[in-house]
């Protein structure tokens, strides 16, 4: 091709290796910190490992008998700037349309919670978090209360059946099933004081060294 025919390479400059977008690297393939790199750094590791750049010089120079034209290599320059802006432009999108739906939830819980900053709203998080802690404990809780529950019921028939079996005489029965039907601790002490031949403190003092905490 003649020098009035030059060669535009603009056009023929491609991305490739987007995966290495935030992995710089110097001219000897050092890694550089993203943070850290300067703009000739960014841009020469963009142009060089980012895109075909060297590699559209290099067809010129073969097609050219080994020159490229300065005005070829701007050209290509500029092909690789516009892919490496159309890049980040298409990150920056992503960034913004992530930043723009967190932002639309936060606004969303702000509203919901009645508040007006995000202090606040942490502030109220922070209250549920702990709520719900001590609405588990208080499942866990029940959950063992139910078991103790199952238990004792289990247990209360077991007695029963035991009296029945050992024939028993049905006025002790009868005293067992009129405990074993009382429904608080109150109940209970006034139920045994009359039952048995006690004083109705001997009966306190009794539960007491079953029930480690008692309110009566």
């Given at each position: 091709m003649s020098h009035?025919?030059?060669?535009?390479?603009?056009?023929?400059?491609?991305?490739?290796?987007?995966e290495q977008f935030y992995a710089i690297t110097d001219e000897q393939g050092k890694p550089i910190a993203?943070?850290?790199?300067?703009?000739?750094?960014?841009?020469?590791?963009?142009?060089?490992?980012?895109t075909n750049y060297d590699q559209v010089l290099d067809e010129l120079r073969q097609e050219q008998a080994g020159r490229v034209y300065g005005y070829q290599q701007k050209q290509a320059t500029a092909g690789a700037a516009e892919q490496i802006l159309e890049k980040y432009r298409d990150e920056h999108i992503e960034v913004?349309?992530?930043s723009q739906k967190k932002g639309q939830m936060l606004k969303g819980l702000m509203q919901k919670a009645g508040v007006g900053t995000v202090a606040a709203l942490a502030s109220v998080l922070d209250s549920c978090s702990e709520k719900l802690k001590n609405l588990a404990q208080l499942e866990n809780s029940q959950?063992?209360?139910?078991?103790?529950?199952?238990?004792?019921?289990?247990?209360?028939?077991?007695?029963?059946?035991?009296?029945?079996?050992?024939k028993v005489e049905t006025e002790v029965r009868k005293k067992v099933n009129a405990i074993y039907s009382t429904r608080s601790v109150?109940?209970?002490?006034?139920?045994?004081?009359?039952?048995?031949?006690?004083?109705?403190?001997?009966i306190i003092k009794?539960?007491?060294t079953v029930v480690r905490y008692i309110k009566l």
């Open positions: 009035d025919q030059p060669i535009d390479p603009r056009n023929k400059v491609q991305l490739q290796n987007a993203y943070e850290q790199a300067d703009g000739r750094q960014l841009f020469n590791h963009y142009r060089h490992n980012m913004i349309r992530d959950r063992a209360l139910q078991n103790w529950n199952d238990t004792y019921r289990v247990q209360r028939e077991l007695v029963k059946q035991v009296l029945d079996e050992a109150g109940k209970a002490i006034d139920t045994g004081s009359s039952l048995l031949d006690w004083e109705k403190s001997e009794l539960v007491k």
